[in-house]
């Protein structure tokens, strides 16, 4: 696979597509097998999903930072505010839940 180029879910995210997770994936590419993951499974990690809450209670409080260890310390705390042993609890049993809506869907969107 051409990791340059890509419309499977790992090079939506910035995160994915940095440059050194391509000179990664192209240095290990004989030994690494890359599955398409379709833009619609986005909404099925778990992960994402963490990262998308903590990013609205973010934007929400309008947290204000001017420096790398303040940016640090508000990412702590709302860490420690959303990821409690409740929500990972409620996002782990969500995925099989999740999994069957896309394929009730046909690998169509899911909510």
């Known amino acids: 696979m051409d990791v340059s180029y890509g419309d499977s879910q790992r090079f939506r995210f910035p995160a994915h597509y940095s440059t050194a997770m391509k000179k990664y994936y192209g240095e290990h590419k004989n030994a690494l097998i890359l599955l398409d993951w379709p833009r619609?499974?986005?909404?099925?990690?778990?992960?994402?999903?963490?990262?998308?809450?903590?990013?609205?209670?973010?934007?929400?409080?309008?947290?204000?930072?001017?420096?790398?260890?303040?940016?640090?310390?508000e990412i702590h705390k709302v860490w420690h505010k959303i990821c409690t042993a409740d929500f990972v609890l409620r996002r782990l049993n969500q995925i099989?839940?999740?999994?069957?809506?896309v394929v009730n869907n046909q690998g169509a969107y899911v909510d």
């Open 40 to 73: 619609c499974f986005g909404d099925v990690m778990p992960v994402e999903s963490l990262w998308k809450q903590m990013l609205d209670e973010l934007t929400e409080n309008k947290i204000k930072v001017v420096s790398e260890n303040k940016l640090w310390e």
């Open 96 to 101: 099989s839940v999740s999994l069957e809506q």
